[in-house]
């Protein structure tokens, strides 16, 4: 048993480290359902790579999918505006669903299709392939690194956006690096793991470090520890009840931060 | 370091809620001094506290499932429970059969479970329908579960395809964006009951490989079962003498098959391309054609959603049919027999029943 989820644990490892971090900047920028609207148009790039008569896991299906996430890239950096008259998360949303419908309206012409579609949103971390966790582990340090050595600007440009203008940042163009580097670990994971489990990966580990720390250090940590704790919680309740190993993981996470939010509740009660 | 002025009486925090809410995200990256009027920003360091629960990995090793012990019969792990009730026919005592997908279940779109990999990797052979009909799930499971003995090619593995002819092969040139799912024909095959006898033997040759020593036994059930299903066959198809040549709707082309041995024709389907909602300009068409061709049925398999069907039926005069496309344990149907009873009955009682209005 213990082998058969060592590389489904492994890739859940990866997912935790790299999202956390992402999930943080995620948060501060207020564009909660980004990676879902990054992930459907990844869909709708891989339903017009079958259009086109490629094959779903040719090469070509994934630079289809990569290319749709940079356009949602490009338009998600452009909406960024200073007084927001219109919530970018208007523009987010109405990306995923548009995206949606149009691989509904592109898939009536090609069949074959609809069973990815379906599957992108649960994703296949049990059966993930040790190939395709360490391809994804390098890409993931390759981003990370990215990140490390550009940390100043990316993250002035997220949490004091006035300063990075002032200062003479180009703000729309670390914006659109931030997503492109972003849709480029959005459409990898979900790959792997599902629409849904990415989400939480993103963002439940970061609201819990929000709630808990200070500072980027600390959250980092509490957020891989809330990652970790989650996974190992999902993995081994699917194993026990015998249930669909992504959703187990995303209902675990639901559960710790229910009981952390009850936890901090009470101890403002007995303070 | 670079120092940044931030006006500490601004109402505007960029976006913060606070000046606290800013020193907050700040903290351990930004250096502060008390009356802050500017900010220098050496990212890096902060404060480490530990949120890795290591004791928790040793909780996940206690959680582990026990590995059963090698017991004697053979363990033979099938994709479908029709698959799963011939291989019972043929190996009776000598085998311990089980099955991944419910019979209550759509074979095309199962969800990976920790179960079905620990059922792959303690089989000893494994039987898939072939012709693409698990293609989305059966490969990643087999690659999970690790166990040599019954990836494809391997002395374990079955596809109970082999030697079935075939029906609706795209042929010519073939194109993704039209036409079916399947490219190597459809594959609900299992529903000609003929066709079992080939799945049998499938099945003994494969169980004759993997345990040579039963080879007499795994031949002399083979011959039984055969010999069962001729005369059942014969009797089935009397049944359905009466109703050759009618036409039927059908849900989903699941159905060729099952319609070719009886006589039957397809006429038309709801929704050809699987998990696509039909346009409004195909249910019209349907609408039209039930009663120009005299249909009286519209089959339905019981997981799919009678909404459509039931308004095409209500505005062309047809009625909706459920018939169960599988062996079920769950809806009390265990055997092959027991199915191809229960649909010929259910269909003929159908088609016999009070003409179009």
Known sequence: MLTLLLWPFLACLILTGIHTYLGIHVIRRGVIFVDLALAQMAALGSTLAILSGHDLHDPAAYYYSLGMTFIGAAVFSLSRQRRERIPQEAIIGITYVVSAAAALVFLDRAPGGAEHIRSLLVGNILTVTPGEVVKTAFLYAGVGLFHWLFRRPFFIISFMPEQAAAERYRVRSWDFLFYMTFGLVVTSSVAMAGVLLVFSYLIVPAVTSLMVAEGIGARLWIGWGVGLFSSLLGLSGSVLFDTPTGASIVCAFGVLLLILMLGQWILKKTE | ?357
Do not use: C
């Open chain 2, 1 to 357: 370091m670079r120092r940044f002025k931030v006006d500490p009486s601004a109402e505007d925090y960029q976006g913060h809620l606070s000046r606290a809410d800013l020193l907050g995200d700040l903290k351990g990256v930004v250096k502060v001094s008390p009356n802050a009027q500017s900010y220098g920003v050496p990212l890096g360091g902060g404060n480490v506290s530990h949120g890795a629960p290591l004791f928790f990995s040793i909780l996940f090793f206690i959680l582990q499932m026990p590995l059963f012990a090698e017991a004697a019969p053979i363990r033979v792990v099938a994709t479908t429970e029709d698959l799963a009730a011939i291989a019972r026919e043929i190996g009776r005592e000598r085998v311990a059969v089980d099955f991944i997908a419910k019979g209550v279940q759509d074979p095309h779109f199962i969800e990976a479970k920790p179960s079905y990999m620990v059922k792959l990797s303690q089989a000893d052979l494994f039987v898939q329908v072939g012709l693409e009909l698990e293609a989305a799930w059966v490969p990643s499971l087999l690659v999970g579960a690790r166990n040599g003995k019954i990836q494809a090619g391997a002395p374990g593995f079955v596809d109970a395809s082999k030697g079935i002819e075939a029906l609706e092969v795209p042929t010519g040139e073939v194109d993704r964006a039209q036409g079916d799912v399947h490219l190597q024909g459809n594959p609900h095959y299992w529903l000609d009951p003929a066709n079992g006898k080939q799945i049998a033997r499938n099945i003994a040759e494969g169980l004759k490989r993997i345990d040579p020593a039963g080879a007499a036994d795994y031949e002399k059930n083979l011959a039984g079962f055969t010999e069962r299903l001729d005369s059942a066959l014969l009797r089935w198809r009397e049944e359905m003498k009466p109703f050759a040549g009618a036409k039927v709707v059908t849900y989903h082309n699941s159905w060729p098959y099952f319609l070719k041995r009886f006589g039957l024709i397809a006429a038309g389907h709801v929704e050809p391309k699987p998990g696509i909602p039909p346009s409004t300009a195909h249910l019209k068409a349907l609408i039209n054609l039930i009663p120009r061709e005299k249909v009286k049925v519209i089959i339905m398999e019981p997981y799919f959603d009678e909404k459509t069907p039931q308004f095409v039926a209500e505005k062309s005069g047809a009625k909706v049919v459920v018939l169960p496309p599988s062996v079920s344990a769950a809806t009390g149907i265990n055997d092959i027999f027991q199915l191809f009873d229960h649909l010929i009955s259910t269909l003929a009682g159908a088609l016999s029943g009070a003409p179009l209005k």
